[in-house]
T-cell receptor, first 114, second 111 residues
Framework: SAVISQKPSRDICQRGTSLTIQCQVDSQVTMMFWYRQQPGQSLTLIATANQGSEATYESGFVIDKFPISRPNLTFSTLTVSNMSPEDSSIYLC???????????FGSGTQLSVL | KQEVTQIPAALSVPEGENLVLNCSFTDSAIYNLQWFRQDPGKGLTSLLLIQSSQREQTSGRLNASLDKSSGRSTLYIAASQPGDSATYLCAVNFGNEKLTFGTGTRLTIIP
């Protein structure tokens, strides 16, 4: 199994600012994903972080709002830009495990925007 | 549209009882199905993964079944304990390398 370190674990931010969330994996992985979980809701995929190329965004999510970096096979960042209270959610990084197709998750970042 | 549904949204059970959590999905052509556990304010922990060709998977007190023809999966928890209290999420891979999540069942085990 993969061990995923996600930082920060929580933050309270002001409207209009940006927050960058980091995800570090203890082994090289092909696929890294970023999910959002709004209060009382299930998980929604934001984008797939691709190493060496631009991230692939899901419908309803755009690069200007959620820029993603993937400089190598063990690290990715998600930035939530120009935040509004509607961005208050848990943001989760996940990776797939080569060979058994399980998906592993970081501990999440609980974001509150005032 | 490919959807995953979990009913009920919340369930309370006395300690020691066996229980079943339900997951239904709209498209029987799935690749695999995964059950997760989420504690409040935390990330997800993978519990069991069932491939499309399998009918069930077991891990300790947990048993997950899959019936593709009826579009259903169940997670059976034997001899429930207070530490089992959490939200349980079902997620389906419909073959497009992405997971579609249900809204979860919030389980409370009453001591």
């Amino acid at each position: 199994s993969a061990v995923i370190s996600q930082k920060p674990s929580r933050d309270i931010c002001q409207r209009g600012t940006s927050l960058t969330i980091q995800c570090q994996v203890d082994s090289q992985v092909t696929m890294m994903f970023w999910y959002r979980q709004q209060p009382g809701q299930s998980l929604t995929l934001i984008a797939t972080a691709n190493q060496g190329s631009e991230a692939t965004y899901e419908s309803g999510f755009v690069i200007d709002k959620f820029p993603i970096s993937r400089p190598n096979l063990t690290f990715s960042t998600l930035t939530v830009s120009n935040m509004s209270p509607e961005d208050s959610s848990i943001y989760l990084c996940s990776v797939d495990s080569v060979g058994n197709e399980k998906l592993f998750f970081g501990s999440g970042t609980q974001l509150s925007v005032l | 549209k490919q959807e995953v549904t979990q009913i009920p949204a919340a369930l309370s059970v006395p300690e020691g009882e066996n229980l079943v959590l339900n997951c239904s999905f709209t498209d029987s052509a799935i690749y695999n199905l995964q059950w997760f556990r989420q504690d409040p304010g935390k990330g997800l922990t993978s519990l069991l993964l069932i491939q499309s060709s399998q009918r069930e998977q077991t891990s300790g007190r947990l048993n997950a079944s899959l019936d593709k023809s009826s579009g259903r999966s169940t997670l059976y928890i034997a001899a429930s304990q207070p530490g089992d209290s959490a939200t349980y999420l079902c997620a389906v891979n419909f073959g497009n390398e992405k997971l579609t999540f249900g809204t979860g069942t919030r389980l409370t085990i009453i001591p």
